[in-house]
């Protein structure tokens, strides 16, 4: 099982798609979270991502294409995976439907987690990281057991460079630009399905399920 899932910056793509990986025993493959890896590791191209990153840009899909096709060439993705912002554009989204055939397979679901831009500044704004492990939580709607310790691996929280609000103002205006078109791009291909991303973690995930199957 191939899944995508679309939404704006903050819409809970990450949250929903670890529940995923988890339930189905498929790989969670975030371009974010590689992105974050290179930078953490000094990568060169780690140095290229962040540049743009920090400008709330996307990074150029020639830096993303073949990063995700390698991955999805790996052993672990034969039964499926779920890619977590990636496509964010049209070429990468053609960019992958070419991948995937060459190896005999297609997307199945593409998941919009629907989200109005009113919530996703409260969103991220309480959007905390890890930095040692990169998981994810928030003050309010998935607090750590232990304030600004991480559940997993006891590492420091942080508030990511790039949920700063004047970041997420622009990322906003990147997603409704470049990537909000994919919606019509799945919508097309007869695989789009709609989940209500304003629930809380549970139900969406239940929606999703239902969606998905058991
Ligand atoms: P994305 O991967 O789409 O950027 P995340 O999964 O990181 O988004 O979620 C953004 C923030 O919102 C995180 O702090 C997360 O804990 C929180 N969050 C995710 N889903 C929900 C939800 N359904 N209700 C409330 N907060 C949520
Ligand atoms: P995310 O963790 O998915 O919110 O991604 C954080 C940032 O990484 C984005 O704002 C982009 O700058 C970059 N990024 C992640 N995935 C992609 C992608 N598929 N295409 C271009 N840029 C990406």
């Known amino acids: 099982m191939k899944v995508i899932m679309l939404g704006a ?32 590791n000094g990568t060169e191209l780690g140095k290229k991502a962040k540049t743009y990153m920090d400008q709330g840009l996307l990074v150029p899909d020639e830096l993303v294409v073949d990063l995700v096709v390698d991955r999805l060439n790996q052993e672990d993705c034969k039964n499926g995976c779920v890619l977590d912002g990636f496509p964010r554009t049209i070429p990468q989204a053609e960019a992958l439907d070419k991948a995937l055939k060459s190896l005999g397979q297609k997307v199945d679901y593409a998941v919009n987690v629907e989200v109005p831009d009113e919530n996703i500044v409260t969103r991220m ?19 750590t057991k ?59 995930f239940r929606e999703i399920t239902g969606i998905l199957g058991e």
């Open 146 to 204: 232990e304030e600004g310790i991480c559940d997993t691996c006891g590492g420091g929280l942080i508030l990511r460079d790039d949920d700063k609000p004047e970041t997420v103002t622009k990322r906003l205006n990147v997603y409704h630009e470049q990537t909000q078109p994919l919606i019509d791009y799945y919508a097309q291909a007869g695989i789009l399905k709609e989940v209500d991303g304003t629930k809380d973690i549970e139900d969406v």
């Open 125 to 143: 704004g309480g959007r905390r990281a890890c930095v040692g492990c990169g998981a994810t939580y928030h003050l309010v709607y998935a607090p």
């Open 9 to 40: 910056p903050g819409a809970g793509k990450g949250t929903q798609a670890k529940k995923i990986a988890a339930k189905y025993q498929i790989p969670h493959i975030s371009t974010g979270d590689i992105f974050r890896a290179n930078i953490k």
